[in-house]
């Protein structure tokens, strides 16, 4: 379970996770109106032919899961994947399927999923049983990747670099008086593509 603020690259580490260990990569962004057939497939009224989803894919195939945004989905659903993150097999409309021995399951969320905050008003508290089954770990804004991503815009260095100070004494003052802003490493790639288009540094 990977926690951090918007724009640290939670999405992108999981993809990272995929290509370094050589296996597929799937991911799902959950939401209150998310259900059991997001993650289990469901079968077809008309032909009774099972509908297969991601996440059935990489638990049979292998390869890694990324539940995206999970701390947003509806926590009564998310207890299905409890037997599956624990088990060997789960249960699926079409019979039972065993765990391939490659299969990971990634969370990627914005708080540690106790509930709402005031910077992330429509998150919820999931159920402590499926928070159990995740190592739990804190994704900080790397900063020397941060400076990368910016020069990699195209922008003049110099620019870049003053325009970063800027995002950063931004990010520093949140911080130190606990603000309830966000400024992620989205600004710093975001400003720096508007400032090379021609935008001033007033607008």
């Known amino acids: 379970w990977m926690t951090g603020s918007a724009g640290v690259g939670k999405s992108k580490i999981a993809r990272?996770?995929?290509?370094?260990l050589g296996v597929a990569f799937s991911?799902?962004?959950?939401?209150?109106?998310?259900?059991k057939a997001d993650i289990k497939g469901y079968k077809s009224v008309s032909d009774n032919l099972y509908q297969s989803t991601g996440f059935?894919?990489?638990?049979?195939h292998g390869g890694v899961y990324l539940l995206d945004e999970i701390d947003a989905s509806n926590p009564n659903i998310l207890t299905t994947l409890n037997s599956a993150l624990s088990n060997a097999s789960m249960g699926f409309p079409?019979?039972?399927?065993?765990?391939?021995?490659?299969?990971?399951?990634?969370?990627?969320?914005?708080?540690?999923?106790?509930?709402?905050?005031?910077?992330?008003?429509?998150?919820?508290a999931i159920d402590g049983a499926t928070i159990d089954r995740f190592a739990m770990l804190h994704v900080k804004i790397d900063e020397r990747m941060e400076?990368?991503?910016?020069?990699?815009?195209?922008?003049?260095?110099?620019?870049?670099?003053?325009?970063?100070?800027?995002?950063?004494?931004?990010?520093?003052?949140v911080d130190t008086n606990g603000l309830k802003v966000i400024?992620?490493?989205?600004?710093s790639i975001g400003g720096a593509h508007l400032l090379d288009?021609?935008?001033?540094?007033?607008?």
């Open 16 to 20: 990272q996770v995929a290509e370094s």
């Open 27 to 35: 991911a799902e962004p959950f939401n209150s109106q998310s259900s």
């Open 56 to 60: 059935r894919e990489r638990f049979e």
């Open 94 to 124: 079409d019979g039972m399927v065993k765990r391939h021995p490659k299969f990971v399951a990634i969370a990627a969320a914005n708080t540690w999923g106790n509930g709402a905050t005031a910077e992330h008003v429509g998150r919820v």
């Open 147 to 173: 400076t990368e991503l910016v020069r990699g815009t195209g922008i003049r260095m110099d620019v870049g670099d003053q325009w970063l100070n800027i995002v950063r004494s931004a990010r520093r003052n």
């Open 183 to 187: 400024v992620s490493p989205r600004a």
């Open 197 to 203: 288009s021609g935008f001033t540094w007033q607008e």
